[in-house]
């Protein structure tokens, strides 16, 4: 029987990229993967869809609503269908794109549940074990399921029943204004439905920089989408046509009733480790469920590591992705790092949402001092040729050494942006050298230059 230097469990963005780099390393690799694709949440039912989704929406309500404003006349109408199997063939062809990989990489690929039975052995669907030096797990998460609210994925949906309705509801109710809740909630508003968000929290964005999260929801709101914020929702009677749901106010209050036709429930993810085998072999989690891993990702079973949404910090695809390729370097001696608080987090409305680094509130809770360097996309001569100008950048540097500490963006393409405030970061930049920096005109990144040189007080163009 083969014995491999590595198995995986679980084919997500944690799992196949560090099995690609395993493969690179030299190691034998087996994946195990029970969806029957790869790439997992992310390709299958998380990032990509709903990123075809947010874009095709996009092209669509524009050319509804601005085209005509620029001189293009046009007759639009939807057809969901097509709109849907696009994104369906889209995920598709990046899956396949993943078994490709493997192929060239010589990772081999198990179809089926995986289930921990040693510290060096793996059980596949209770028949065929496999042997194996070292064991990753990345089985990432599921969704938080709301008390009184039972998900059907039809009447009440998950974020993946969200990504297939049709026809568009007439009034879509999202509850939880977190980045998926935002997300999912632009598309199906911009498809023509009315869209309620119910939040608990009296913000919207979850832990993001309060100034960007109140200018966020007004640009929403300019968009049509409605909150109700500092609600909680205790129950959904789904039993006529459509659902109606009870809530309250979250500090105490007289309930209310609120009727849809469709009710999304995005409330957040939680660590996926059910029928893992944990307990037999002894893997420790810590106080939320998530597994137990140490700086270089192994859990307190020496040979059994875990990565991505299993573990502590943001549940993104890129963070799983850095954790995977960090992991194994280490299995082999290499001294590889990721530093979770320079993983970026987007939100890919229009406007986009993005931030690196420490909010506001993050440092005045700390006691840093800290200076604030702004600039709007209004004065940004390439959003205004695009006509693209809501928004603005903002920077937060070290009030002594200049040290950027955080950058916050709410505009066109953020998501892009971000990242140039990202390198300054991990090379301990400061404000200034974005601000010396050469940027390109007409470009919207010279907006986080100005942003930089606003620092100390001197942006030109406003
Ligand atoms: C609607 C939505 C939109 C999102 N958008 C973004 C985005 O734009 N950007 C971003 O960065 N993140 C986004 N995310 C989050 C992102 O999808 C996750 O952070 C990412 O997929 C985590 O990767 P992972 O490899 O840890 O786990 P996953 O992608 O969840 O993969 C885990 C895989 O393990 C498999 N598995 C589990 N248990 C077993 C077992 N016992 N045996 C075999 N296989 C098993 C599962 O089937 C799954 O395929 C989104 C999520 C959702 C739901």
Same mark, same amino acid.
């Given at each position: 029987?083969?014995?491999?230097?590595?198995?995986?469990?679980?084919?997500?963005?944690?799992?196949?990229?560090?099995?690609?780099?395993?493969?690179?390393?030299?190691?034998?690799?087996?994946?195990?993967?029970?969806?029957?694709?790869?790439?997992?949440?992310?390709?299958?039912?998380?990032?990509?869809?709903?990123?075809?989704?947010?874009?095709?929406?996009? %092209?669509?309500?524009?050319?509804?609503?601005?085209?005509?404003?620029?001189?293009?006349?046009?007759?639009?109408?939807?057809?969901?269908?097509?709109?849907?199997?696009?994104?369906?063939?889209?995920?598709?062809?990046?899956?396949?794109?993943?078994?490709?990989?493997?192929?060239?990489?010589?990772?081999?690929?198990?179809?089926?549940?995986?289930?921990?039975? #040693? !510290?060096?052995?793996?059980?596949?669907?209770?028949?065929?074990?496999?042997?194996?030096?070292?064991?990753?797990?990345?089985?990432?998460?599921?969704?938080?399921?709301?008390?009184?609210?039972?998900?059907?994925?039809?009447?009440?949906?998950?974020?993946?029943?969200?990504?297939?309705?049709?026809?568009?509801?007439?009034?879509?109710?999202?509850?939880?204004?977190?980045?998926?809740?935002?997300?999912?909630?632009?598309?199906?508003?911009?498809?023509?439905?009315?869209?309620?968000?119910?939040?608990?929290?009296?913000?919207?964005?979850?832990?993001?920089?309060?100034?960007?999260?109140?200018? *966020?929801?007004?640009?929403?709101?300019?968009?049509?989408?409605?909150?109700?914020?500092?609600?909680?929702?205790?129950?959904?009677?789904?039993?006529?046509?459509?659902?109606?749901?009870?809530?309250?106010?979250?500090?105490?209050? !007289?309930?209310?009733?609120?009727?849809?036709?469709?009710?999304?429930? #995005?409330?957040?993810?939680?660590?996926?480790?059910?029928?893992?085998?944990?307990?037999?072999?002894?893997? %420790?989690?810590?106080?939320?469920?998530?597994? !137990?891993?140490?700086?270089?990702?192994?859990?307190?079973?020496?040979?059994?590591?875990?990565?991505?949404?299993?573990?502590?910090?943001?549940?993104?695809?890129?963070?799983?992705?850095?954790?995977?390729?960090?992991?194994?370097?280490?299995?082999?001696?290499?001294?590889?790092?990721?530093?979770?608080?320079?993983?970026?987090?987007?939100?890919?409305?229009?406007?986009?949402?993005?931030?690196?680094?420490?909010?506001?509130?993050?440092?005045?809770?700390?006691?840093?001092?800290?200076?604030?360097?702004?600039?709007?996309?209004?004065?940004?001569?390439?959003?205004?040729?695009?006509?693209?100008?809501?928004? *603005?950048?903002?920077?937060?540097?070290?009030?002594?050494?200049?040290?950027?500490?955080?950058?916050?963006?709410?505009?066109?393409?953020?998501?892009?942006?971000?990242?140039?405030?990202?390198?300054?970061?991990?090379?301990?930049?400061?404000?200034?050298?974005?601000?010396?920096?050469?940027?390109?005109?007409?470009?919207?990144?010279?907006?986080?230059?100005?942003?930089?040189?606003?620092?100390?007080?001197?942006?030109?163009?406003?």
């Amino acid at each position: 029987m083969t014995e491999y230097d590595l198995v995986i469990i679980g084919g997500g963005p944690g799992g196949y990229v560090a099995a690609i780099r395993a493969a690179q390393l030299g190691m034998n690799v087996a994946c195990v993967e029970m969806r029957g694709s790869l790439g997992g949440t992310c390709l299958n039912v998380g990032c990509i869809p709903s990123k075809a989704l947010l874009s095709t929406s996009h %092209k669509f309500h524009d050319a509804q609503n601005h085209f005509a404003d620029i001189g293009i006349k046009a007759s639009v109408s939807l057809d969901l269908k097509t709109m849907l199997d696009k994104k369906d063939k889209i995920v598709v062809d990046l899956t396949k794109g993943i078994e490709f990989l493997f192929k060239k990489n010589k990772i081999t690929y198990v179809k089926g549940r995986g289930e921990i039975t #040693s !510290a060096s052995e793996v059980l596949v669907d209770g028949k065929e074990t496999i042997k194996t030096k070292r064991i990753l797990i990345a089985t990432g998460s599921d969704i938080v399921r709301l008390p009184g609210v039972e998900i059907d994925e039809k009447k009440i949906v998950s974020s993946t029943g969200a990504l297939n309705l049709n026809p568009v509801p007439e009034h879509l109710v999202v509850v939880g204004g977190g980045v998926i809740g935002l997300e999912l909630g632009s598309v199906w508003k911009r498809l023509g439905a009315k869209v309620t968000v119910v939040e608990y929290m009296d913000k919207i964005g979850g832990p993001m920089d309060a100034e960007l999260a109140k200018n *966020f929801q007004r640009v929403l709101e300019k968009q049509g989408i409605v909150f109700k914020l500092g609600m909680k929702v205790t129950a959904a009677d789904a039993k006529g046509k459509g659902v109606s749901l009870n809530m309250e106010p979250a500090k105490g209050g !007289a309930a209310e009733r609120l009727d849809a036709d469709v009710v999304l429930v #995005s409330i957040g993810r939680k660590p996926y480790t059910e029928n893992l085998g944990l307990d037999k072999v002894g893997v %420790k989690l810590d106080e939320r469920g998530r597994i !137990a891993v140490d700086s270089h990702f192994e859990t307190n079973v020496k040979g059994i590591y875990a990565i991505g949404d299993v573990i502590a910090g943001p549940m993104l695809a890129h963070k799983a992705e850095e954790d995977g390729v960090v992991c194994v370097e280490n299995m082999l001696g290499q001294k590889s790092h990721i530093d979770y608080n320079l993983v970026p987090g987007v939100i890919y409305t229009w406007p986009e949402v993005a931030n690196v680094g420490k909010t506001e509130e993050e440092l005045k809770a700390a006691g840093v001092d800290y200076k604030v360097g702004k600039f709007p996309f209004l004065a940004n001569s390439r959003g205004k040729a695009v006509g693209e100008t809501e928004g *603005f950048v903002k920077l937060l540097a070290d009030a002594k050494t200049d040290r950027l500490l955080g950058c916050h963006i709410i505009g066109p393409d953020a998501g892009t942006l971000i990242h140039e405030a990202c390198l300054v970061m991990e090379f301990g930049g400061s404000s200034e050298d974005l601000a010396r920096t050469c940027h390109a005109h007409p470009t919207l990144s010279e907006a986080l230059k100005e942003a930089g040189l606003a620092v100390q007080g001197r942006a030109i163009h406003v």
